[in-house]
C-alpha cells in the first residue's frame, strides 16, 4: 500500500505562490498515475490536479492557467506550483496516487490510503 507525505503548505496573501511536494513510497511510483486534492473547509475533499503515469495533465476549471502538476519519478515525488492564490484556494491539499483516472477524479473519491494532508491558507 502507498505511503503519501505531503508538504510544503502554508499561509500566503492572495496573488502570492506556493509550491507543494508529496513523497510517496510502497509501490512502484512511476508506473501510478498521480493526483492532488484539496478540501475546503466545511466541504468535501474534490480533484484539483492529475498527471498520467505518462506526463499527461488535467486540471479542475478553477486552477487552469494557475496552477502546474509536475512528477519526479526518479525521486518518488509529486509537485504542485500554485500561482495567483486565491482565497477560494484555502484547504487542506493531499496527494494520492492510483490507476483508475474516472475513480481519481471524482469528489471525495474512494482510495485506499491517505496522508495527513499539508494546510494553505490564503488570506485577502
Known amino acids: 500500500q502507498v505511503q503519501l507525505v505531503e508538504s510544503g503548505g502554508g499561509w500566503v496573501q492572495a496573488g502570492g505562490s506556493l509550491r507543494l511536494s508529496c513523497t510517496a513510497s510502497g509501490s512502484d511510483f512511476s508506473a501510478n498515475h498521480m493526483a492532488w486534492y484539496r478540501q475546503p473547509p466545511g466541504k468535501q475533499r474534490e480533484y484539483v490536479a492529475f498527471?498520467?503515469?505518462?506526463?499527461?495533465?488535467v486540471y479542475r476549471d478553477s486552477v487552469k492557467g494557475r496552477f502546474t502538476i509536475s512528477r519526479d519519478n526518479a525521486k518518488n515525488t509529486l509537485y504542485l506550483q500554485m500561482n495567483i492564490l486565491k482565497p477560494e484556494d484555502t484547504g487542506v491539499y493531499y496527494c494520492n496516487a492510483g490507476q483508475n483516472i474516472v475513480t481519481m477524479t471524482m469528489t471525495n473519491p474512494e482510495l485506499p490510503s491517505w496522508g495527513q494532508g499539508t494546510q494553505v491558507t490564503v488570506s485577502t
Open positions: 498527471i498520467t503515469s505518462g506526463g499527461n495533465t
